[in-house]
């Protein structure tokens, strides 16, 4: 007998799902589930992974100390700085030792710059013994003397009327060699001989930026031992030691609690002679010295600066040979940008001016 209603549906058909057949929405649930677990897992095998491959292959702690293989920027031809609008600087190549050959560029006073047009590398050497101040620019790890944040401070010293030479160590930038501590101090030993045999009485001071801070330290107290004080040396973005520069640096913060960190993380850079004792080295050092620090300094947190400063006043004992300036974090410099700070001119001017007393 024909229902009243027409064709009757069943329970299954209502509701739009076939009988025998299960719903999608439950299964694809389960395989995001699937996927979620096991990307979980993943993360976590990696992250304890990690520190065994540091203390397994110690080489590691090297490449992420130095990272001189991130050549950045790119597609930059460091053999042509006009191409960075840098139009009164040289590119050279210095042999510091056998086998190792350094990218160099020598940039000189600004007011110079028409003068400079189409001159050759011996007029360029020539130059350094005109008087004007001298500094010599050690980078930070990673990229090369290219970097944006490096082109900056050249230009800054440029336009104050100093010459700069800004080096890339060995295994940077397209300078030979595998880096090390002794053979970057080496590096920034040899350029510094290099231009007092050709500065006359100018004076010849240091800037290190960061690791480069390190490299000034170990450099100044080398030239110590040879019975020679750097005129002067600004460290900017300084570290106490890269021991404690590595605890304090924003990848350990992920592993600080991790059971046995410095076994793992710390113990590896000694054993790949990395120390860079910049609070040992001020001990010793005797040059006038300016410190440079942003209080919102994301990579080498500023207590690390006012230690150093704190060490350098007692050793010295003269608060006219050791100033420390810090930059307010609002500015928003953070590691790299202190070199947008408009009065920094006039703080390196002064201090400059001061070595002369």
């Not at 950045?72 to 609008?85: G, N, R, S, T, W």
């Not at 004992?317 to 420390?324: A, H, I, L, P």
């Given at each position: 007998?024909?229902?009243?209603t027409?064709?009757?549906?069943s329970?299954e058909?209502?509701?739009g799902?076939?009988?025998?057949?299960?719903?999608a929405q439950?299964k694809?649930?389960?395989?995001?589930?699937?996927w979620i677990?096991?990307g979980?897992?993943a993360?976590?095998?990696?992250y304890?992974?990690?520190?065994?491959?540091?203390?397994?292959?110690?080489g590691i702690?090297?490449h992420?100390v130095?990272?001189?293989?991130?050549?950045?920027?790119?597609f930059?031809?460091?053999?042509?700085?006009?191409k960075?609008y840098l139009?009164?600087?040289?590119n050279?190549?210095?042999?510091?030792?056998?086998?190792?050959?350094?990218?160099?560029?020598h940039?000189?006073p600004?007011?110079q710059?028409?003068?400079?047009?189409?001159?050759?590398l011996?007029?360029?050497?020539?130059?350094?013994?005109?008087?004007?101040?001298?500094?010599?620019?050690?980078?930070?790890?990673g990229?090369?003397?290219a970097?944006?944040n490096?082109?900056?401070?050249?230009?800054?010293l440029s336009?104050?009327?100093y010459?700069?030479?800004a080096?890339?160590?060995r295994?940077?930038?397209?300078?030979?060699?595998?880096p090390?501590?002794v053979?970057l101090?080496t590096?920034?030993?040899?350029l510094y001989?290099?231009?007092?045999?050709?500065?006359g009485?100018s004076?010849?001071?240091f800037?290190?930026?960061?690791?480069?801070?390190?490299?000034?330290?170990?450099t100044?107290?080398?030239?110590?031992?040879?019975?020679?004080?750097?005129?002067?040396?600004?460290i900017?973005?300084?570290?106490?030691?890269?021991?404690?520069?590595g605890?304090?640096?924003?990848?350990?913060w992920?592993?600080?609690?991790f059971?046995?960190?410095?076994?793992?993380?710390l113990?590896?850079?000694?054993e790949?002679?990395?120390f860079?004792p910049?609070?040992?080295?001020?001990?010793?050092?005797?040059?006038?010295?300016?410190?440079?620090?942003?209080?919102?300094?994301?990579?080498?947190?500023?207590?690390?600066a006012?230690?150093?400063?704190e060490?350098?006043?007692?050793?010295?004992k003269?608060e006219?040979?050791?100033?420390?300036?810090?930059?307010?974090?609002s500015?928003?410099?953070?590691?790299?940008?202190?070199?947008?700070?408009p009065?920094?001119?006039d703080?390196?001017?002064?201090?400059?001016?001061?070595l002369?007393?």
């Amino acid at each position: 007998m024909r229902n009243r209603t027409g064709v009757r549906h069943s329970k299954e058909q209502r509701f739009g799902v076939k009988a025998g057949v299960p719903s999608a929405q439950p299964k694809s649930s389960s395989c995001l589930m699937w996927w979620i677990k096991r990307g979980l897992l993943a993360v976590c095998l990696i992250y304890v992974s990690v520190p065994f491959m540091m203390r397994l292959f110690p080489g590691i702690i090297k490449h992420l100390v130095y990272s001189h293989r991130v050549r950045v920027p790119f597609f930059i031809e460091l053999c042509q700085p006009a191409k960075l609008y840098l139009n009164h600087t040289v590119n050279m190549y210095l042999t510091s030792e056998q086998g190792i050959s350094l990218g160099v560029w020598h940039t000189v006073p600004e007011s110079q710059w028409k003068e400079a047009q189409g001159k050759n590398l011996g007029w360029y050497q020539k130059s350094l013994g005109d008087g004007c101040p001298i500094v010599i620019y050690l980078h930070g790890n990673g990229g090369t003397r290219a970097a944006s944040n490096r082109v900056g401070v050249m230009n800054v010293l440029s336009a104050m009327g100093y010459h700069v030479l800004a080096l890339d160590y060995r295994g940077f930038g397209d300078s030979s060699g595998e880096p090390t501590e002794v053979g970057l101090t080496t590096d920034a030993l040899y350029l510094y001989h290099w231009v007092k045999a050709r500065s006359g009485n100018s004076q010849v001071i240091f800037w290190g930026h960061s690791l480069g801070t390190g490299v000034a330290t170990n450099t100044a107290v080398k030239l110590m031992e040879q019975g020679i004080v750097v005129d002067g040396v600004i460290i900017e973005g300084s570290f106490t030691n890269i021991r404690q520069e590595g605890a304090n640096h924003p990848f350990a913060w992920y592993y600080l609690n991790f059971p046995g960190f410095e076994y793992f993380f710390l113990d590896p850079m000694a054993e790949n002679d990395l120390f860079f004792p910049n609070d040992e080295n001020l001990k010793r050092m005797r040059s006038p010295l300016l410190i440079l620090h942003a209080e919102d300094d994301h990579i080498v947190p500023i207590h690390m600066a006012q230690q150093l400063y704190e060490i350098a006043l007692t050793a010295q004992k003269s608060e006219n040979r050791v100033k420390m300036i810090q930059f307010n974090g609002s500015l928003g410099y953070l590691h790299n940008g202190l070199y947008k700070d408009p009065h920094l001119p006039d703080i390196i001017r002064e201090f400059v001016h001061s070595l002369a007393r």
